[in-house]
């Protein structure tokens, strides 16, 4: 109880100097989200996570698991319940970022002005300096690796400008099949309308890293250094976890912890989205059991749920982020 009233007073405090909630790395937040059913994962008792008198559960708001090899959906928990995306927005920008390099439009050493606007945002920070020159590279995986919001939206106006980036990042959302998503900005701060479902981001996931593989080569890194400061990933799985090997992850106050989490194990790769966890040591928790149990499924033949895996197939659109 008294860590309850610290979280709450936290937020409180942080409110009140303006500072935006968004991808803190603390153990708690503001409150104490509505705990979300328990729903248990249908697999075999052989199987079975967790304690061993019972079915392993998910403690999250929503929650999904597909098999990218077959597309297969292994697990959901109300995967279309509208939440913020919060920090989980950068693989939006990023997969805009990867269209402008492979059309040749854009290059990892172009250089990219810090503006003030970027110096000045709130939340998770790279660190830059209003004035600086920054290669594009760096910038990358400092949305990627410490999800930096400056980063963002300096980023995002380099590419045309945020609104129009943002405007992009709607557009390719929809040709994403992401029928519930809207983007207000590029980076995930807490906004107004700004909203995303579990299943909207697995598929917005798998189709980024099928068309741009070689973006694990940044999200996989567990460690970023920039000027004389080197930081750990936000995905702290990627250090327990030897499978694993991206993706993202983000905190709101009004959402709670998310995560993308994938991994390979021979030639199999899950991805796992767990939206809306109460503490990143339950999402972490829950995600790592969640993908194990995942593999260990797929060892087995598969899973009971066959919740529309087809329309969740990779399916690579049409450039639009020119």
Same mark, same amino acid.
């Given at each position: 109880?008294?860590?309850?009233?610290?979280?709450?007073?936290?937020?409180?405090?942080?409110?009140?100097?303006?500072?935006?909630?968004?991808?803190?790395?603390?153990?708690?937040?503001?409150?104490?989200?509505?705990?979300?059913?328990?729903?248990?994962?249908?697999?075999?008792?052989?199987?079975?996570?967790?304690?061993?008198?019972?079915?392993?559960?998910?403690?999250?708001?929503?929650?999904?698991?597909?098999?990218?090899?077959?597309?297969?959906?292994?697990?959901?928990?109300?995967?279309?319940?509208?939440?913020?995306?919060?920090?989980?927005?950068?693989?939006?920008?990023?997969?805009?970022?990867?269209?402008?390099?492979?059309?040749?439009?854009?290059? &990892? %050493?172009?250089?990219?002005?810090?503006?003030?606007? #970027?110096?000045?945002?709130?939340?998770?920070?790279? +660190? =830059?300096? /209003?004035?600086?020159?920054?290669?594009?590279?760096?910038?990358?995986?400092?949305?990627?690796?410490?999800?930096?919001?400056?980063?963002?939206?300096?980023?995002?106006?380099?590419?045309?400008?945020?609104?129009?980036?943002?405007?992009? &990042? %709607?557009?390719?959302?929809?040709?994403?099949?992401? #029928?519930?998503?809207?983007?207000?900005?590029?980076? +995930? =701060?807490? /906004?107004?309308?700004?909203?995303?479902?579990?299943?909207?981001?697995?598929?917005?996931?798998?189709?980024?890293?099928?068309?741009?593989?070689?973006?694990?080569?940044?999200?996989?890194?567990?460690?970023?250094?920039?000027?004389?400061?080197?930081?750990?990933?936000?995905?702290?799985?990627?250090?327990?976890?030897?499978?694993?090997?991206?993706?993202?992850?983000?905190?709101?106050?009004?959402?709670?912890?998310?995560?993308?989490?994938?991994?390979?194990?021979?030639?199999?790769?899950?991805?796992?989205?767990?939206?809306?966890?109460?503490?990143?040591?339950?999402?972490?928790?829950?995600?790592?059991?969640?993908?194990?149990?995942?593999?260990?499924?797929?060892?087995?033949?598969?899973?009971?749920?066959?919740?529309?895996?087809?329309?969740?197939?990779?399916?690579?659109?049409?450039?639009?982020?020119?």
């Amino acid at each position: 109880m008294r860590s309850k009233y610290i979280a709450l007073a936290v937020c409180l405090i942080a409110s009140m100097i303006a500072a935006p909630c968004a991808d803190a790395q603390n153990n708690n937040h503001h409150k104490y989200l509505r705990p979300a059913s328990h729903h248990h994962l249908r697999t075999p008792a052989a199987v079975q996570a967790g304690k061993a008198d019972g079915p392993f559960q998910i403690k999250a708001q929503s929650a999904i698991l597909m098999n990218m090899k077959d597309g297969r959906i292994l697990y959901t928990l109300n995967p279309d319940k509208p939440i913020q995306p919060a920090s989980l927005t950068k693989v939006l920008s990023l997969f805009l970022v990867y269209e402008a390099l492979n059309r040749g439009t854009a290059h &990892m %050493n172009d250089m990219v002005t810090v503006s003030r606007t #970027a110096w000045q945002t709130g939340g998770s920070r790279m +660190g =830059l300096r /209003a004035n600086k020159q920054i290669p594009l590279e760096e910038l990358m995986k400092g949305m990627a690796i410490v999800s930096g919001n400056d980063a963002s939206v300096a980023v995002a106006e380099h590419f045309g400008g945020v609104d129009e980036f943002v405007r992009r &990042m %709607n557009l390719k959302a929809k040709e994403l099949g992401m #029928a519930h998503s809207v983007f207000v900005n590029p980076d +995930g =701060l807490p /906004a107004k309308g700004q909203v995303t479902t579990a299943r909207d981001i697995l598929m917005l996931s798998c189709q980024y890293i099928n068309k741009f593989p070689q973006a694990l080569d940044i999200h996989s890194m567990r460690y970023f250094t920039f000027g004389r400061t080197t930081r750990a990933n936000h995905n702290r799985l990627l250090i327990k976890y030897d499978d694993m090997d991206g993706l993202k992850t983000g905190f709101v106050c009004e959402a709670g912890y998310h995560i993308i989490a994938t991994a390979k194990h021979g030639d199999t790769r899950l991805i796992a989205v767990i939206m809306g966890s109460r503490t990143p040591y339950i999402r972490n928790r829950d995600t790592r059991l969640l993908i194990e149990q995942g593999f260990k499924m797929v060892k087995q033949g598969g899973s009971d749920d066959h919740d529309a895996h087809a329309a969740l197939r990779p399916n690579v659109s049409a450039d639009t982020s020119s």
